[in-house]
């Protein structure tokens, strides 16, 4: 069964109240779930602005805004401390902080800790059953860079998300056959949960211990 009907009323209130209000508060006013409003909203065709809840800054706040320019973005900033980036703006310019990004900055001591530190933690994790979601588009967003960056800087420091696995003989034995029967690396890779590289580079090994042509 689907909830009330909306009637002109609620529309009416529905769109003064859109762009000052949260679609957590127009809910409480209507009285009717966040899904549903913003449901509605997209049937009348309102595109409505994100909503912050006033704020007031805190020191611990500023220490983050200070600590964080020019390392995140201002984006990422903004949704970390719950405000918007035109407020974020105001509060940088207020304390003289810079927000501006510079690409291919040098790595500080504390981002590599933090990088460590993420990835040590992941790699505890994956021990726990079930196994939780791990990335380095996650990690990106704790250390402040791109996910490309994390893993660049991650391998530089012989650091991986993966677990590696030893070879067995039946592996290696499986590998050959699926050699044999004209399967690519790749789909071996994908067979096996390994790499493509780890699979060529292992097999290539075996192959001239094995004295397989």
Not at 129 to 153: A, L
Request: proline share 2%; hydrophobic share 30%; charged share 30%.
């Amino acid at each position: 069964m689907g909830g009330k009907r909306w009637d002109l009323v609620d529309d009416s209130t529905l769109r003064v109240w859109c762009d000052q209000e949260s679609c957590e508060q127009l809910s409480k006013r209507l009285g009717r779930s966040v899904l549903s409003i913003k449901s509605r909203l997209q049937t009348l065709g309102i595109k409505k602005r994100n909503i912050y809840p006033k704020k007031t800054w805190t020191k611990e706040m500023e220490a983050f805004l200070k600590n964080r320019s020019g390392l995140q973005s201002s984006k990422s900033i903004a949704k970390k401390l719950g405000v918007s980036r035109s407020v974020l703006r105001l509060k940088a310019s207020r304390l003289g902080v810079s927000l501006r990004v510079y690409k291919n900055r040098l790595w500080t001591e504390d981002e590599i800790d933090i990088l460590f530190g993420q990835v040590q933690k992941a790699q505890h994790l994956k021990d726990c059953t079930p196994v939780p979601h791990i990335s380095w588009e996650n990690i990106s967003k704790v250390v402040g860079r791109s996910p490309f960056s994390c893993r660049k800087k991650a391998s530089e420091l012989g650091l991986t998300l993966e677990i590696k696995k030893d070879w067995t003989t039946k592996d290696l034995k499986l590998i050959h056959q699926y050699r044999l029967n004209g399967l690519s690396y790749k789909e071996i890779a994908k067979q096996m949960k390994r790499t493509e590289q780890s699979v060529r580079k292992r097999y290539a090994r075996y192959k001239k211990e094995a004295n397989l042509s």
